[in-house]
């Protein structure tokens, strides 16, 4: 489907708290700009402390007295996948939303829908299984069992990169096992967030299992300091997750961060030269470089260096940057003008380094919008910031290595540690490299491909916790062990019991 801005309506949108549509208590609102067009798109209730008190009270309540984490798994599964077919439904007006709020091209827009629409499925399918485990070997009078409980009432703070499928990743799974939740989409793209609020209560959810709060400047900390809530769960920069965390830390509220990355793709001399190129200019003018994935630190071995860059530059080259609305487009507008602003300082600081720059290094001149070039820097060192920080645009940062061993030292030299990946035909370097780099996802011979089954998250200043995958149960519930006395007493007291009941 083609869309062209005369479609566009300016769509108002109220908070979501306790299954209904209401405005903030302070009456405001806020509106969002398109970035590439300078239009109006949708206005928004502004929300504050006071309704992050309202969508907590609800969602506590949903929690401790509704019906949702009692309801049998099946029924929760039917919800979820009920959403799952619903977004399908919603397709061209989530995607719309998608591409015109973040300014990302408009078929990145449809497969976000779609790999969210996967992951509702998913979750679906977990809300089956949030089984526990049973001893019956302990003792001929005792049966144990360890059970999965709901967490409680979940925080979860989104930001304005992926925001359907950022919220895909962690709400469907809370929901699964039975949390209430509170989400705060970032202020720049709450739209496919609201929407989404509105499709969980058209499949059957239950009255404040999920509300949405929009707004900015205290919402999100309000949300990690609220004594009722029991969990956040948080993607942003490593900044921000420090505050959530000490914030969360504080109050022992369980804590899963999703932060940024710094990730190195390594190209070694005998890998398939023409699949890591393409995987390297994809990697980082993927969604404008605005992706904790992107690939934004390529390694490459010495002797093929010159070559390799030079074909990565030519195809860099031909990425065509422009309106996130047509369906050509590869690389949209940047989200905002902060955002473009971070993008120009780090450039400035490499072009005052000593690195080369062979490709952008601007914005691209038009009438409204916020483009910026594909940029590549070359001879980049790695003690350099455009090789050690998150820039989060579309910035590529090119280094050289000799040998595998050094390689994987640069690789793991930032504070982050999101992805890897490696690019030989060589299987023993691919393995000794795969287990040397301290990230949460190594890729081999591929680059950023994801699937609801396998777990996702952050070494070190990357995060803390896991989402996606059979661990998501583990993320979003509290282990409870019960023990059953059995016919009549047979066994002695063990010692472990004299420590917890003092007995004799
Ligand atoms: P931030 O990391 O600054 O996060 C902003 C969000 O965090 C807002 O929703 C804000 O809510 C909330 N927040 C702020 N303080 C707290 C707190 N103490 N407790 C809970 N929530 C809080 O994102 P930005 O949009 O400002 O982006 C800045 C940089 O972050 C980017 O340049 C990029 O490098 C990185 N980033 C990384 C992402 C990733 O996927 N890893 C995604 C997006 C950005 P409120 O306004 O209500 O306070």
């Not at 039917?78 to 990302?104: N, P, W």
């Not at 009078?141 to 930001?159: H, K, Q």
């Not at 071995?301 to 990565?312: G, K």
């Amino acid at each position: 489907m083609t869309v062209t801005l005369t479609d566009i309506a300016i769509s108002d949108n109220r908070l979501i708290l306790d299954g209904q549509e209401v405005d903030s208590v302070s009456g405001e609102t806020f509106e969002r700009t398109s970035p590439a067009h300078d239009v109006v798109v949708a206005r928004y209730a502004k929300g504050g402390a006071d309704d992050v008190a309202r969508g907590v009270t609800a969602a506590r309540r949903a929690f401790d007295a509704g019906p949702w984490p009692r309801r049998a798994g099946v029924e929760r599964s039917r919800v979820l996948r009920r959403v799952a077919d619903l977004i399908r439904r919603d397709r061209d007006q989530l995607a719309r939303i998608e591409a015109l709020e973040s300014g990302k091209p408009i078929t990145q827009a449809y497969d976000e829908v779609d790999a969210s629409a996967e992951l509702w499925d998913y979750a679906a399918t977990l809300a089956r299984h949030s089984y526990g485990d049973a001893h019956n070997d302990l003792g001929p009078d005792v049966l144990a069992m360890v059970v999965n409980e709901p967490l409680g009432v979940v925080s979860i703070i989104t930001p304005w990169n992926f925001p359907l499928l950022i919220v895909s990743q962690k709400l469907p799974f809370a929901l699964a096992v039975g949390c209430t939740a509170v989400v705060k989409p970032s202020e720049l793209t709450p739209g496919t967030t609201v929407h989404l609020a509105r499709l969980i209560i058209e499949a059957g959810a239950d009255e404040g299992v999920v509300n949405v709060v929009t707004g900015s400047g205290g919402v999100g900390s309000a949300m990690s300091a609220h004594p009722d809530v029991d969990m956040i769960s948080f993607t942003g920069s490593t900044e921000v997750g420090r505050k959530v965390a000490a914030a969360g830390g504080q109050l022992l509220k369980r804590i899963e961060l999703e932060l940024g990355g710094k990730n190195p793709q390594i190209i070694c001399a005998d890998s398939d030269l023409d699949a890591a190129a393409d995987a390297v200019v994809f990697g980082v003018y993927f969604n404008a470089g605005e992706c904790c994935n992107s690939g934004s630190r390529v390694l490459v071995q010495r002797s093929i260096a010159d070559d390799f860059v030079a074909e990565v530059v030519n195809r860099a080259r031909r990425v065509p940057v422009g309106d996130p609305l047509d369906p050509a487009t590869k690389v949209g507008a940047i989200v905002s003008d902060e955002q473009l602003a971070v993008i120009e300082r780090y450039v400035s600081e490499g072009r005052s380094g000593d690195a080369e720059l062979l490709l952008g290094g601007d914005r691209l001149a038009s009438d409204n919008g916020r483009f910026y070039q594909p940029t590549v820097f070359a001879n980049v060192r790695p003690e350099m910031s455009i090789a050690r920080e998150e820039i989060f645009g579309p910035v590529l940062s090119v280094l050289t290595f000799e040998t595998l061993d050094e390689a994987v030292g640069i690789a793991n030299s930032t504070m982050y540690g999101l992805s890897a990946g490696i690019w030989t035909r060589d299987i023993n370097a691919a393995l000794s490299a795969s287990r040397a780099l301290r990230a949460g996802t190594v890729w081999v011979n591929r680059w950023m491909d994801g699937y609801p089954e396998l777990p996702f998250g952050g070494y070190n200043a990357s995060g803390e916790g896991r989402e996606l995958g059979r661990q998501a149960i583990g993320s979003f519930t509290q282990t409870k062990t019960i023990q059953l006395q059995v016919g009549d007493r047979t066994t002695r007291w063990v010692p472990a019991a004299h420590h917890l009941g003092g007995l004799s």
